[in-house]
C-alpha cells in the first residue's frame, strides 16, 4: 500500500510538472507583456531596461529552466504588474478562495448526500420525483450563469444580499449557492442511483432479516456501499469546482485566487498565471489521489488487490 | 469412428502478477492442465466437475476464444489451436449457459437466427426462411416468434432460440457449456429431450459440460471427470456410473441428493474444499481431500491409466494397469 | 373421525395428525396466505391461499419451480416484500402467541433475526462486502442481546467454530470475498444462528454451491437440528435436496399448495400430477433412462380470480371440471394432502412417451 501511494505521487508531480511545462510555454504566445506593463510612447531604451529587469531578454529556454530551479528553491518569481513575490499574492488572496471552496463543498456534501438517501428510500414517490427533476436542472445550470441570475435577482431587483466582494457571512451566501447547486444536484442523482442498486441487493434484506431497523439497514450497509462512486463524482465535483472557481470568483469579484489569475492573464503577468494554474493542478491531482485512496477504505476488496 | 475432434495435452496457464510497474510473475494458474481426449462422430461427451476444474476455459479454448499455453487440437482432422478458417468455424457451434444474456435485447428473432447466415453465407430472403422456417419448427417455437424479441420469451423458450441460432449453419459439432443449469427441472426435461431429437435428426457430435450428474447420465454415452483443471476419469457412461474408479468420481457420485428419502443415508459428504488453482497441490490435484491419498499422491501427478475398455483412470492406486 | 378424503379449504380450522398434535403445537401456522404483485394496475396471484405449520425440530421442504410463490412465503413472513410491487393480501402467521403480520415495525425487528432467521441463496450477495464477517456475526448478536464487543467477538468465534469452519480466530477478521462460497454459506448460517433462534428459514441455501459442498451444508443443517433442535422451512427447486433433508413437503405450483404430506409418503406415492410429472422429469444419477417425462408447456399467467385448477393447461389428466373449479385440498392417506379433483390421479408413464 505504501509503495503504491509512493507511485501515485510521484505519477501526480509528473502530470504537474507537465502542465506547469505546458502552460509556461503558452502563456508566451499570448504576447508581449512589455506592452501592458508601459504607458504608450515610452521610449524604447526604458523597454529594453524593463526587459532585462524582469529576465524576459534571456532566450525562451533559460526562462524555463530558471524559473523551474526556482520553484525547486521555494522562489516563485516576482509579479510584473504588483512587483511583489508571486508567493505573497497568493498568501494573500488563498483564504477567501479556501473559505469559499470548503463551504461550498461542506454544503455539498451535507445537502447532496441526505437528498440522494432520502429520494432513494421514498423513491417514485412525489418527493424523489421533484427532487430528481430540481437536481437535474441543478445540475445543467452553468454556475456562472446561475451566479449572474443570482445577482440580478438578489443585488439588483431585491436589494437583499451584497453581489460581491467579501467581508460579512452574508456576501458568502450568493457565491456559496451559485456554485453549490450544481455539485449537489449531481451528488444527490448518483446518491440516489447508487443506492437503489444497492438497496436491490441481498445484503439489505439479510439485515432486515437480522432485525435491523430500517434506517440503520439503509445507512449501515446501504450507504457505505453506495459511497464509492459518490466519492468518485465528488472528486470530479471539486475538481470541476477549483477550475471553476475562477470563473465564478470573477463574476462574484471575489478576491481570492480565481479573480487574481483571471486579471493576470488579462494583463500577461506570466509568472502569476502560470503559479496559479500550477495551483490549480496540483489541487486537482491531490483531489483525484485522495479519491482513489478512499476506495481502499471503503472498500477491502479493492484494498487487497 | 471417424474422430471429429482430437484434443492432445492441452494447456491453459494463466501467471499470477504482482507488482506496479514492472510485473513479476509470482505463480502460475493451471486453468487446464496437460488435457487430452478424443471426440467421435455421432457422440455426445459430458464433461463434468466442479467450479474450478477448468471446463468452461476448455470450451473457450475449443471455440477460439482462448489461445491454449500448448496441445494441440485438430478438428475435422486440421490444427485449430491457432485460430481456424471460416469454413471450419460453421461447422463448430455453442450453446450457452444463460439464456437471458446470450441473446441481444434488441435483435428480433429472426434477425437473430439470420445473422450467422449473414454473415457466412449469401442468401435471398426466401433462401434464409427455407432454412429458418424448418429450424423453429424443430425446436418447438411456432412461426409467430420471429417477429418477437427475447424478453417475450420465458428462459426454456429462449434456449430454444439460442439452440436454433447454433443450429442455422448444420455444424457438425455442438458446444454446450451449461445450457440447462439455468432452467426449471420440467423445462430441463424440455431442452434434454430437445438436444436427443435434434441430435439424431442432424448427426449432431455434442461436447455437453454440466455440473449436474444426473444430467450428464442422461444426455452423455462417454464421461469426462474433471477436476482443478485435470482429467481425473474418462470412460464410457455404463462404465463410469456402473464402476467409477477414481476416488473423486465416486465422491461426486455419492454427493448428488437422490430423490428418495429411503436413500438418505447413503449421501456420504467429502470432507475439505477445492483448493485454490493459485496454491494447487503438487501431486494429484485430489490428494488434499482423497480418503485413499498416500505419499505418491502428494508428491507425483498421476498418469491416466487404463482401466477397462474406453476407460481411463488419472490414479495411483491403478498404477498396476496399463498406461492409456 | 376424519373421512378420508375429507376436504380442506384455508377457512376450516385444521387439525394435524393426533400423534402430532400429542407431541408439540405447532411453533408457527400460516393461515391462508395470500400475497399479490402488482404491475400496470394488474395483480398476479403469487401467493394465493397458502397455509401450512410447522413444529419444533422439523424440517419442511417447500418445493416448486421458479414463479411458484415459494419465495414469497417466506418473504412475506419475513416481512421483507418490495412494499411498492408487492402486497399481502390476507392471512396470518402465528408465532407461539402473537401474529406476525399485526406487529409494528419496531417488534417485528424484535422477532426477525432473535426468533426466526434466515439464510439465503447466494451467500456472497447476501454478506456485506465492506464488513469483516465478525462484525456481521456481532451486529446480529448486539441487536438483539445484552452483550460488550469483545464478548459479542468471542461468540462470533464460537459460532464459525460450530459451522465447521477452520481457525475461526483467523476467519472472524476477513471479507466475504476472502472466503469460499461453502464458507460464506456456512458463515450466513453462523449469523443466523447466532441468537438461537427457533424457526430457520432457508431459502435455497445451496443452490449456488457445487455438488460435494451442497452435500456438507446440507449435513451441516441436520447436524444443527438434531443438536439444537431447530425447526427448519427449506425453499428449494431441488427434489433430491427435499429428499435428503426434509421431514415433511409442501409442493407449490401457481401460488397455492398443490400436494403435502411427509417426504416418505409423497416421494413414494406421489398424488398430484404435477409432483408426479416433476419425480419424473428428473434424470436419474443411479439409472439410465431411456426418455425424460416433459411436463409439456410452461406456467401459465393467471388472472384474478382463479376458477380453475392452475395445472390444469399442462395436466396430462385433465377433465371438465378442472377448467371451471379450483379443486380444494383434501387429505388421501394420513396428513397426506393434495389438491386434484381425480381422486387417484392416473398413473404417469415412467418413461415420457408424451411428447
Redesign the interface.
Known amino acids: 500500500m505504501k509503495r503504491y501511494i509512493l507511485m501515485r505521487v510521484l505519477k501526480a508531480l509528473l502530470t504537474i510538472w507537465a502542465v506547469y511545462t505546458l502552460v509556461f510555454f503558452l502563456t508566451r504566445v499570448t504576447g508581449d507583456p512589455i506592452e501592458w506593463l508601459t504607458i504608450a510612447g515610452a521610449s524604447d531604451s526604458a523597454k529594453e531596461t524593463l526587459r532585462e529587469n524582469l529576465g524576459l531578454d534571456l532566450p525562451l529556454w533559460q526562462q524555463y529552466f530558471k524559473s523551474l530551479i526556482g520553484l525547486f528553491t521555494g522562489d516563485t518569481g516576482t509579479s510584473y504588474y504588483y512587483a511583489r513575490p508571486v508567493s505573497e499574492l497568493f498568501a494573500e488572496r488563498i483564504g477567501p478562495t479556501v473559505a469559499l471552496g470548503s463551504i461550498v463543498m461542506l454544503v455539498t456534501v451535507l445537502i447532496g448526500i441526505p437528498l440522494g438517501v432520502l429520494a432513494a428510500v421514498r423513491h417514485n414517490t412525489l418527493l424523489d420525483r421533484a427532487t430528481m427533476s430540481t437536481a437535474v436542472i441543478g445540475s445543467t445550470m452553468p454556475n456562472f450563469v446561475l451566479g449572474i441570475l443570482l445577482i440580478f435577482i438578489f443585488s439588483l431587483k431585491l436589494r437583499l444580499l451584497p453581489s460581491g466582494n467579501t467581508g460579512t457571512p452574508l456576501h458568502y451566501i450568493l457565491p456559496v449557492i451559485a456554485m453549490s447547486v450544481g455539485p449537489t444536484a449531481s451528488v444527490a442523482r448518483l446518491t440516489r442511483s447508487s443506492l437503489l442498486d444497492v438497496i436491490g441487493q441481498d445484503f439489505l434484506d439479510c439485515a432486515r432479516a437480522k432485525g435491523m431497523r430500517e434506517w440503520k439497514v439503509v445507512l449501515k450497509h446501504g450507504l457505505r456501499n453506495a459511497l464509492i462512486p459518490v466519492i468518485t463524482i465528488l472528486g470530479a465535483q471539486l475538481s470541476a469546482m477549483i477550475g471553476g472557481s475562477v470563473v465564478v470568483e470573477t463574476v462574484f469579484a471575489w478576491p481570492g485566487i480565481g479573480t487574481l489569475i483571471v486579471s493576470s492573464a488579462q494583463q500577461r503577468d506570466f509568472p502569476v498565471v502560470v503559479f496559479g494554474v500550477l495551483v490549480i493542478a496540483a489541487s486537482v491531482t491531490f483531489v483525484n489521489l485522495l479519491v482513489d485512496l478512499s476506495y481502499g477504505l471503503l472498500d477491502p476488496r479493492i484494498r487487497n488487490s | 469412428m471417424e474422430k471429429i475432434l482430437e484434443v492432445n495435452h492441452l494447456n491453459k496457464h494463466y501467471p499470477v502478477k504482482k507488482g506496479l510497474i514492472l510485473q513479476k510473475e509470482i505463480g502460475q494458474v493451471r486453468a487446464v492442465n496437460e488435457v487430452s481426449f478424443d471426440l467421435f462422430r455421432g457422440e455426445t461427451l459430458g464433461i463434468i466437475g466442479e467450479s474450478g476444474c477448468g471446463k468452461s476455459t476448455l470450451i473457450r479454448m475449443l471455440i477460439g476464444l482462448e489461445k491454449p499455453t500448448s496441445g494441440q487440437i485438430r478438428f475435422l482432422g486440421q490444427p485449430i489451436e491457432n485460430g481456424m478458417s471460416a469454413s471450419l468455424r460453421k461447422q463448430m457451434q455453442m450453446v450457452f449457459q444463460d439464456p437471458y444474456s446470450s441473446l441481444d435485447p434488441r435483435m428480433s428473432v429472426q434477425r437473430i437466427l439470420e445473422e450467422p447466415l449473414r454473415i457466412h453465407c449469401k442468401m435471398s430472403k426466401q433462401q434464409k426462411e427455407q432454412v429458418i422456417l424448418p429450424l423453429l419448427g424443430q425446436v418447438g417455437l411456432p412461426r409467430e416468434a420471429l417477429k418477437k424479441y427475447p424478453h417475450e420469451f420465458s428462459g426454456g423458450q429462449r434456449q430454444r432460440i439460442g439452440i436454433a441460432r447454433a443450429l442455422v449453419l448444420e455444424p457438425t459439432l455442438l458446444l454446450c457449456d451449461e445450457p440447462v443449469s439455468a432452467l426449471d427441472v420440467s423445462i430441463q426435461a424440455q431442452i434434454l429431450n430437445l438436444f436427443r431429437d435434434l441430435q439424431r435428426q442432424h448427426e449432431l457430435t455434442l461436447l455437453f459440460v454440466s455440473h449436474d450428474m444426473s444430467v450428464i447420465r442422461y444426455i452423455s454415452d462417454r464421461v469426462m471427470v474433471m477436476y482443478l483443471g485435470q482429467i481425473m476419469e474418462i470412460a464410457t457412461k455404463k462404465e463410469l456410473f456402473e464402476r467409477p474408479l477414481h476416488p473423486y468420481t465416486q465422491a461426486l457420485m455419492r454427493a448428488v441428493p437422490v430423490p428418495d428419502p429411503e436413500r438418505r443415508d447413503q449421501c456420504a459428504v467429502l470432507e475439505g474444499e477445492i483448493p485454490s488453482p493459485i496454491h494447487a497441490p503438487k501431486g494429484c490435484p485430489f490428494s488434499t481431500r482423497c480418503p485413499y491419498a498416500s505419499e505418491i499422491c502428494r508428491q507425483q501427478r498421476p498418469q491416466m491409466h487404463r482401466t477397462g475398455e474406453g476407460h481411463l483412470t488419472a490414479c495411483h492406486r491403478y498404477s498396476g494397469e496399463v498406461e492409456g | 373421525m376424519r373421512c378420508k378424503y375429507g376436504l380442506k379449504t384455508e377457512q376450516t380450522n385444521r387439525t394435524q395428525p393426533e400423534e402430532k398434535q400429542a407431541a408439540s403445537a405447532p411453533i408457527l401456522s400460516v393461515e391462508g396466505l395470500k400475497t399479490y404483485y402488482y404491475s400496470n394496475g394488474t395483480a398476479a396471484p403469487a401467493v394465493d391461499g397458502v397455509s401450512f405449520e410447522l413444529h419444533a425440530g422439523e424440517i419442511v421442504g417447500i418445493v416448486g419451480?421458479?414463479g411458484c410463490g415459494k419465495s414469497t412465503v417466506v418473504r412475506t413472513l419475513?416481512?421483507?416484500l418490495d412494499p411498492?410491487s408487492s402486497r399481502r393480501e390476507a392471512g396470518t402467521a402465528r408465532l407461539g402467541d402473537i401474529d406476525l403480520f399485526s406487529l409494528r415495525?419496531?417488534e417485528?425487528?424484535?422477532?426477525?433475526?432473535?426468533r426466526i432467521?434466515?439464510i439465503?441463496?447466494?451467500p456472497l450477495?447476501?454478506?456485506?462486502?465492506?464488513?469483516t464477517v465478525g462484525n456481521q456475526i456481532m451486529?446480529?448478536l448486539l441487536?438483539?442481546e445484552k452483550m460488550t464487543r469483545q464478548q459479542a467477538r468471542e461468540r462470533a468465534i464460537e459460532l464459525l467454530r460450530e459451522v465447521n469452519i477452520p481457525s475461526p480466530e483467523l476467519r472472524v477478521d476477513q471479507?466475504p470475498?476472502?472466503l469460499?462460497?461453502?464458507?460464506q454459506q456456512r458463515v450466513?448460517i453462523a449469523?443466523a444462528l447466532a441468537c438461537n433462534p427457533e424457526i430457520l428459514i432457508a431459502d435455497e441455501p445451496t443452490t449456488a454451491l457445487?455438488?460435494?459442498?451442497?452435500?456438507?451444508i446440507?449435513?451441516l443443517l441436520r447436524q444443527l437440528r438434531d443438536r439444537l433442535g431447530i425447526a427448519v422451512i427449506l425453499i428449494t427447486?431441488?427434489?433430491?435436496?427435499?429428499?435428503?433433508?426434509?421431514d415433511r413437503m409442501l409442493v407449490m405450483y401457481g401460488g397455492v399448495v398443490v400436494e403435502e404430506g411427509s417426504?416418505?409418503e409423497v416421494?413414494?406415492h406421489p398424488a398430484h400430477p404435477y409432483t408426479k410429472?416433476?419425480?419424473a422429469?428428473?434424470?436419474?444419477?443411479?439409472q439410465?433412462?431411456e426418455?425424460?417425462?416433459?411436463?409439456p408447456g410452461?406456467?401459465p399467467v393467471l388472472r384474478l380470480p382463479v376458477r380453475m385448477c392452475r395445472f390444469s393447461s399442462r395436466c396430462g389428466c385433465s377433465m371438465p371440471r378442472c377448467e371451471q373449479e379450483e379443486p380444494p385440498l383434501t387429505e388421501r392417506a394420513e396428513g397426506h394432502w393434495c389438491r386434484c379433483w381425480q381422486e387417484s390421479g392416473k398413473e404417469v408413464p415412467a418413461d415420457?412417451e408424451n411428447?
Open positions: 419451480e421458479s419475513m416481512g421483507l411498492i415495525p419496531k417485528l425487528c424484535r422477532v426477525r433475526g432473535k432467521a434466515m439465503f441463496q447466494n450477495s447476501a454478506l456485506d462486502p465492506v464488513y451486529e446480529m441487536l438483539h471479507y470475498h476472502e469460499s462460497g461453502g464458507m450466513m449469523i457445487d455438488v460435494t459442498v451442497q452435500a456438507q446440507l449435513d427447486h431441488n427434489m433430491g435436496v427435499v429428499a435428503a433433508l426434509c417426504c416418505k416421494f413414494s410429472g416433476l419425480l422429469a428428473i434424470p436419474s444419477v443411479a439410465d433412462k426418455r425424460l417425462y416433459t411436463i410452461q406456467v415420457g411428447s
